[in-house]
């Protein structure tokens, strides 16, 4: 284990290094951490995996193509790669193609997980590009995580921007943290849930989070997934393939893939009530309402 022995033997590459204990991160270094994570749980279950980042820098993901780079060696070593896009379609593009890797004869690795980021006006202009490489899919050992930066307050942006209306109409299911520590933890759950229903996994990156720092548990360990019991999927499975029909890639993904994302939520109890309020009747007016002002 390479974390220090007190507190008086640290380092800034900590952050990085520390394979198991509490460490800072920001909200952009922990979704660095997050590619070495899923690296390393990978590399624990057999698999011979790397990571490819791509994207197109916005508000409140603006900082995170520089941390990237500053944090060019460890992802190296964690078989990573980053390549900023030219603008987000071609990124995103870029994560479409590391899902067909496994396609091609003597593929060097058993799969590639993949990571686009962007901000909410970026993700609206990828609809395309997201409907496609979605129904098309992911493959078995990679899975793609879509990083939307969404500022609702437009506190760094020129518009306020929420991405989930544009996920729900490519069908892609997204996954909504609200700390850094969530970033490891639901990232990883990201990673697996693509993986079992083939589906691009959506992540919500808002303002007060990314851009927050925080003491973490960092461990390959600490997220333990669990197999949906309740779902059997079609013989020939949910994952990418070739070729592959336009029609037969629309039933997959209405009839099967949706369900599969729905069934590993269930399985992992992700979709969680953490604080609890009274519910009030939605359908009155405000002139009806007590709470009203």
Known sequence: MNAPTNLAQFSLDDKYTVERGRVFLTGTQALIRLLMLQRTRDQRAGLNTAGFVSGYRGSPLGGLDQALWRAQKHLESHHVKFQPGVNEDLAAAAIWGTQQVTMFPKAKYDGVFGMWYGKGPGVDRCG??????????????????????????????????????????????????????????????????????????????????????????????????????????????????????????????????????????????????????????????????????
């Not at 461990?219 to 020939?236: E, G, N, W």
């Open 128 to 293: 395309d590009v997201f409907k496609h490489a979605n129904a098309a899919g992911t493959s078995k050992h990679g899975g793609v995580l879509v990083l939307a930066g969404d500022d609702h307050a437009a506190k760094s942006s020129t518009l306020p921007h929420q991405s989930e209306h544009i996920f729900k109409a490519c069908l892609i299911p997204h996954l909504n943290p609200a700390s850094v520590q969530d970033y490891l933890d639901l990232g990883l759950h990201g990673y697996a849930m693509s993986r079992y229903s083939g589906c691009w996994v959506a992540f919500k990156c808002v303002t007060d989070v990314v851009e927050s720092g925080a003491s973490v548990l960092v461990d390959p360990d600490r997220v333990s997934i669990k197999i949906p019991t309740d779902f059997v999927a079609p013989a020939d499975g949910l994952n990418i393939r070739w070729p592959d029909g336009i029609l037969e890639q629309e039933a997959r993904i209405l009839d099967w893939k949706v369900y599969a994302a729905l069934a590993y939520v269930r399985a992992n109890a992700l979709d969680r009530i953490v604080f609890s309020v009274p519910r009030q009747d939605w359908g009155s007016s405000p002139q009806e309402s007590p709470t009203a002002t």
